[in-house]
């Protein structure tokens, strides 16, 4: 483990080293008080520049971005440098991101959502990952064989658990900003229980924030 107090010692490139092989990173920011969110309901209210600067190093990094598209619709996503892979069970594409060009903008759904799904998307672009629910794991296959080897999941809330439910997640980067909003705002994992061991690889201390490197320990199926 590292500990780096005033952000000193390696670049970020080092500090975030990944493994050479396919790995899948969540990132979040929340308060001190474990929220998400500010007052606006958004994590953009809460974000400083150090949790800025993780976040941007992240995207580089990443070969494939995937979010919740309710996450999506609501932190008014729009179309990245990398393919954006939304996940809903209903298909639902976020008004924004209707009509992409092939390959910018990926949608896993359940069987029934498809449709809606391709009413926006290429159909290349809809990937059936389940009957009642998205299955992660059929994602995760269907990501590796398109040669998205390096994915940056960011949320939300409930795709985090059911990621951590379905064991497709390696590694998480949360940031915490030396902030207390109270509220009623939802913390990084919502939905049912889950009990999944992490062990720190890295934590920097950068005027009071705290970026953390957790990685995700191997459970026995």
Do not use: K
């Not at 209707?98 to 390959?103: H, T």
């Not at 059911?162 to 998480?172: K, M, R």
């Not at 062990?199 to 490197?213: F, K």
């Amino acid at each position: 483990m590292q500990v780096l107090v005033g952000a000193r010692g390696a670049g970020l490139d080092d500090l975030y080293r990944a493994p050479d092989r396919p790995w899948l990173r969540v990132n979040f920011v929340s308060t001190a008080d474990g929220s998400v969110s500010g007052a606006d309901g958004l994590s953009g209210s809460i974000n400083n520049d150090a949790d800025h600067q993780v976040f941007a190093h992240l995207r580089r990094w990443a070969d494939v971005v995937i979010v919740g598209a309710g996450t999506a619709r609501a932190e008014g996503y729009r179309v990245a440098d990398v393919p954006l892979v939304l996940v809903s069970r209903r298909g639902e594409v976020p008004e924004g991101l209707r009509g992409a060009p092939a390959g910018s903008v990926v949608m896993a759904t359940t069987s029934a959502g498809g449709e809606a799904a391709r009413a926006h998307l290429v159909a290349d672009d809809v990937l059936d990952c389940g009957d009642e629910r998205v299955d992660l794991r059929r994602l995760r296959s269907h990501l590796e064989a398109r040669g998205h080897l390096r994915m940056l999941c960011e949320g939300g809330p409930s795709l985090f658990a059911d990621a951590l439910a379905q064991g497709v997640v390696d590694e998480l980067d949360a940031s915490t900003v030396p902030r207390l909003v109270a509220g009623g705002a939802s913390r990084i994992t919502h939905g049912p229980d889950v009990d999944v061991p992490l062990r720190l690889h890295t934590l920097i201390e950068h005027e009071g924030t705290l970026l953390a490197r957790w990685l995700v320990e191997p459970r026995n199926n």
